[in-house]
């Protein structure tokens, strides 16, 4: 059956200071989680906002653009892969959340969050499930993250050769985990998420170019909650 639509998204602020969050990044095996906050321009209106994955790469990288320019706020906010292993995926994409509302330039009233949870901050806030296609504020971070953790990938496979990471963006793609057990685990990979320790176990590091974490270090068992 055809998934329902949801009703339009009524806000019960309605300020000017609004800010729109979202995040790309908490599935992949390698990278940092990345997010983004927005407070758009009321008299700068952006046409053609939706959630980035529904946009192709050229219309996201235009919008990306527009946003810079238009928004009156816009910062980004991140966990790298260390911290995602310290912390878990799901903490750690809430510190980044956080991070990314804290460096806005312009402090906003109100937060509107993609999903079905905030992070415990002081700022007034309340989730959107699908809010990337329901509210303007939030599909802009949407563009913002996906736009920047798209391009880290490129820069990483650069890096890291073989690994596709330009193609699959870090996901546990079949040509991702078949690089994986070649090539070995980068330093850029997630060493708390299952196919990358199972590699490390097996295979060891990308070029041996990092040492291996002593044995007693232990992860939390809760490291692959919420992981979309």
């Known amino acids: 059956m055809p998934k329902t639509a949801l009703p339009p998204f009524e806000c019960r602020y309605t300020g000017p200071l609004l800010a729109g969050v979202d995040e790309v990044g908490r599935g992949p095996l390698i990278g940092a989680v990345v997010t983004a906050a927005v407070i758009l321009d009321p008299d700068r209106p952006i046409a053609g906002l939706a959630d980035s994955k529904k946009l192709t790469e050229k219309r996201r990288s235009a919008l990306y653009e527009q946003i810079l320019e238009h928004a009156q706020a816009w910062s980004i906010g991140r966990c790298e892969a260390h911290e995602i292993d310290e912390l878990n995926i799901y903490q750690a994409t ?3 959340m956080e991070r990314a509302v804290s460096g806005l330039a312009v ?3 109100y937060v509107l969050v993609d999903g079905n949870r905030c992070p415990k901050w002081h700022w007034p806030s309340e989730p959107v499930i699908k809010g990337d296609s329901r509210v303007e504020a939030i599909s802009a971070a949407s563009i913002i993250a996906k736009v920047t953790r798209d391009r ?4 990483l496979e650069a890096r890291f050769p073989g690994f596709g990471l330009a193609q699959h963006k870090g996901y546990p793609t079949p040509i991702h985990l078949d690089a994986l057990r070649r090539l070995g685990a980068t330093s850029e990979h997630r060493r708390s998420f299952r196919p990358v320790q199972e590699v490390i176990e097996q295979v060891g590091f990308y070029r041996e170019e990092v040492t291996p974490e002593p044995e007693q270090l ?3 068992a809760d490291l692959f909650e919420d992981i979309d």
């Open 94 to 96: 809430m510190l980044a």
């Open 107 to 109: 402090v906003p009233e």
């Open 152 to 155: 880290e990938m490129a820069e």
């Open 218 to 220: 232990q992860y939390r």
